[in-house]
């Protein structure tokens, strides 16, 4: 009996800068916001599956006081139009708007730690708890290693992706379970392997 890699697949979540766009610098406007080559493909797909599909991004831009509500508000726009350009869509999107070192576009005395930015698993259980799924029908596909750190820590598998940082940030100690060059390939992957 052949057993797949990944079992009762019901969501992919997914960091969004390096994965879903381009991540030249943080993202500040909707100019600056530029989809990865078939990466909306990718994300159609998973929907035709009916695989739900949730981002999860950290925003330290917010507490750094480069980004507002609104312009968070605009770049989110146009990453939807950009989705459903290619019939995609998401099914919600979780944001940690904090930083260690920053609040309100200054420096902190003190650092302080969030339980919602990655490698921190409160926005997967937040996406969970509201959206009606587990853990265990999860997995997760990123570019950083706190992407990776979120994943294991939370028990799932995750898929790293050569797009964006690709790994290289060394923020965290922390490995994906498989490598894939981009979202599309990772998508593929996943549908190949997944029951
Ligand atoms: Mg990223
Ligand atoms: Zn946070």
Excluded at 16 to 45: C, H, Y
Excluded at 120 to 146: N, R, W, Y
Aim: proline share 5%; charged share 20%.
């Amino acid at each position: 009996m052949s057993k797949s890699l990944f079992n009762n697949l019901r969501v992919v979540l997914l960091d969004r800068d390096g994965v879903i766009n381009e991540e030249p610098g943080p993202i500040l406007t909707p100019e600056q916001f530029m989809m990865i080559p078939k990466s909306a493909a990718a994300v159609a797909r998973l929907n035709a599956e009916g695989l739900r599909c949730f981002v999860i991004t950290n925003q330290a831009a917010f507490a750094r006081g480069d980004l507002s509500e609104s312009a968070f508000q605009a770049i989110t726009d146009k990453m939807h139009h950009e989705l459903q350009k290619a019939g995609a869509h998401l099914d919600g999107q979780y944001y940690c708007p904090h930083h260690p070192d920053w609040e309100n576009g200054e420096r902190r005395e003190v650092p302080a730690h969030c339980a919602c930015r990655k490698p921190g698993t409160l926005l997967l259980e937040q996406a969970a708890v509201e959206h009606g799924f587990s853990a265990e029908e999860s997995i997760l596909i990123g570019d950083s290693t706190s992407d990776f750190a979120a994943a294991s820590k939370w028990g799932i598998f995750s898929i790293g992706v050569h797009t964006g940082h690709g790994g290289q940030d060394s923020k965290v100690k922390a490995d994906p379970d498989y490598w894939q060059d981009d979202l599309w390939s990772s998508v593929e992957f996943l549908l190949a392997n997944a029951s």
